[in-house]
């Protein structure tokens, strides 16, 4: 995971370079992004059920990340290579005028800090109740960044969780 390392850069092969793709194009990348979020906490839940807490632990990493991604390509309209995000790049993609979203980045600068093997000894002690509150944690900061970029509910990150209905 270390190889993951978190600094914005858009690479090529010989320089930095940008495609210009259409809105629709844009849109869709955006979407992809977002599938491939849901797909790694569907990934990331089954996990859990299977006491593999700490693979657990890495698909939601994976997953905020996937929407850091897809945040980033709606913001600038744009499509580059590749993109790796810092956790300067993710305050600015995610921080709005109305909501500083410190909590947001300080979650997902620790579970990135978790996953990057910096302390083994987490991966021993976590516990089920506390894998519970991280997929719930992670799944609620997917829906929110995904609101702000997809206006129809059916395209927006959906909630892992089953919704309790309203009585």
């Known amino acids: 995971m270390k190889n993951d390392s978190l600094c914005l ?3 090529s092969d010989s320089d930095d370079t940008f495609h210009t793709y259409n809105e629709s194009n844009v849109l869709n990348c955006v979407l992809d992004f977002q599938k491939l979020a849901q797909y790694q906490m ?3 839940q089954l996990m859990r059920n299977h006491m593999q ?3 657990c632990l890495v698909l939601c990493d994976r ?3 996937s929407m850091g991604k897809a945040m980033y390509v709606h913001r600038n309209q744009i499509i580059p290579l590749s993109i790796s995000l810092s956790m300067n790049d993710l305050l600015r993609l995610i921080r709005t ?3 500083p979203c410190l909590d947001m980045v300080l979650f997902m600068g620790t579970v990135h800090y ?3 093997g910096e302390d ?3 991966r021993e002690t976590m516990k089920p109740e506390e894998v519970d509150m991280l997929l ?3 799944d609620h900061i997917l829906k929110r960044l995904s609101r702000r970029m997809v206006a129809h509910p059916t395209e927006q990150y959906l909630s892992i969780f089953k919704e309790k209905p309203l009585n």
Do not use: C, G, I, P
Request: hydrophobic share 45%.
């Open 114 to 116: 978790l996953v990057s």
């Open 120 to 122: 083994e000894a987490s």
């Open 53 to 55: 807490f700490y693979n």
């Open 9 to 11: 850069r858009l690479q």
């Open 42 to 44: 569907k990934l990331a």
């Open 136 to 138: 719930n944690k992670t």
């Open 63 to 65: 997953a905020m990340f």
């Open 97 to 99: 005028d109305a909501e």
